[in-house]
């Protein structure tokens, strides 16, 4: 063993006369301790959050959209079948996308309408986890109701998923008759008169995401051709690709493969702005709660000066007797080190354990009028864990260079000139 780690280590363990330094020592543990425990739940509540929310689109949107430049794609059963030829894409299917009116028997309200074909759209966004009631086979299959029921449907009529916020506004459970208003109806000597045909309540949907729970209404890809009168045409083509964060450039290649006038669109570009101001509050924190960090080093500093001016006898003799300026600064060196590692270290178990008590039990409730999400969300990622147990070290080796300095500076003929 060096004998500067072991002069080190044998001064933080104070003797009876040096009590007050053995208590700013554990004082300043805490605070590392602190610290870093508050840092690492943070950040992980945060890094949390932003996957529950990527989860959650990425539940209702794909990951790439591919459209045309004027128009809608016509021959997309052979671009879908090209498009899944490229390098990193796992499955297409054709999408229409639409805004109308639905009208029920209590209430009316403007929707966003997709047509969706349900055998190819499970492998691309896998709709049915969201499913509360119903099922996406229904938006395929017209059933005959003859309930009686005001409100019921009766006769032939195909299915439709709403969201639930959207089936709430509308006053309508599985089952029931609602009315999609398009306006793109029929030319008539009076005018334009917008077309609108009748659906059954097939299904509802809760994706977490309030915007997409209030706006959100499925039928089939045919159903939606037929009213919104575009032939075998659709809007676009919907992607699902192997790695999410490969998106972009997956997406380019799409792009370089099909060419003028195709274009697309990925995930992260659709959802820029969100992820981009969830990244910009997750830096923020961290930045904040350095400060307690921060504040434990300069406890960590007044208890090495505090350890210096106590200790100029035995600096001098160490001096006297051959030590360097270089083994001086090691020893209050690693002192600092070794309150900033004792510290992180503690605080790393005590951030994990609150994590996982979090995790588990789930005692934090949120309103869920406000928020999305009834209980806080939690993901400890390891390179975080990382980056900030180096940064509380790196740190606590900083607060350690201004007194090993002065101790090293120290003159032995004047500490020892009254002993």
């Excluded at 045309?68 to 030829?85: F, K, M, N, P």
Aim: include cysteine; proline fraction near 3%.
């Amino acid at each position: 063993m060096a004998f500067e780690w072991f002069i080190g280590t044998r001064y933080l363990r104070a003797k009876r006369k040096q009590t007050f330094i053995s208590i700013i020592t554990v004082i300043s543990v805490g605070g590392v301790t602190v610290g870093v425990m508050a840092l690492i739940v943070v950040i992980a509540v945060m890094t949390g959050f932003e996957a529950d929310l990527r989860e959650k689109i990425l539940g209702v949107t794909s990951h790439v959209v591919l459209m045309r430049h004027g128009e809608g794609i016509t021959d997309y059963r052979a671009l879908g079948e090209q498009v899944e030829e490229v390098d990193g894409v796992v499955a297409a299917t054709p999408f229409i996308y639409t805004q109308v009116m639905l009208k029920s028997a209590s209430n009316v309200s403007g929707a966003v309408l997709r047509g969706i074909e349900p055998q190819t759209a499970v492998r691309v966004v896998d709709l049915e986890k969201n499913l509360t009631e119903g099922s996406l086979k229904a938006l395929e299959e017209p059933k005959i109701s003859n309930s009686g029921l005001p409100g019921r449907a009766g006769g032939l009529v195909p299915g439709i998923i709403l969201g639930k916020e959207l089936a709430r506004t509308l006053g309508v459970m599985e089952g029931e008759v609602v009315y999609v208003i398009s306006p793109r109806g029929m030319l008539t000597p009076i005018g334009q008169v917008p077309g609108m045909k009748r659906f059954r309540v097939s299904g509802i949907f809760k994706s977490g995401m309030y915007d997409y729970d209030a706006s959100l209404a499925y039928i089939a890809l045919s159903e939606a051709q037929k009213i919104l009168r575009t032939g075998d045409k659709v809007t676009g083509i919907e992607i699902r690709v192997r790695d999410i964060y490969q998106a972009a450039s997956i997406a380019r290649s799409i792009e370089d493969s099909l060419g003028v006038p195709y274009w697309t669109r990925d995930w992260m570009r659709m959802n820029r702005n969100l992820f981009s101001a969830l990244k910009l509050e997750k830096t923020a924190m961290f930045i904040i709660l350095t400060l307690i960090v921060l504040v434990a080093a300069f406890n960590i500093a007044g208890t090495l000066i505090m350890m210096v001016m106590e200790k100029n006898r035995d600096i001098a003799i160490l001096k006297s007797m051959g030590a360097t300026n270089r083994s001086i600064k090691k020893i209050f060196v690693y002192e600092g080190l070794i309150i900033g590692i004792i510290g992180t270290f503690l605080g790393v178990c005590g951030g994990a354990f609150l994590c996982w008590l979090l995790a588990q039990y789930k005692f934090i409730e949120l309103p869920g009028d406000v928020y999305y999400i009834s209980t806080l969300p939690v993901r400890m990622e390891l390179p975080d864990v990382v980056i900030i147990s180096l940064g509380a070290i790196a740190i606590s080796f900083l607060a350690t260079l201004y007194p090993a300095r002065q101790a090293a500076g120290l003159e032995p003929a004047q500490a020892l000139r009254y002993e």
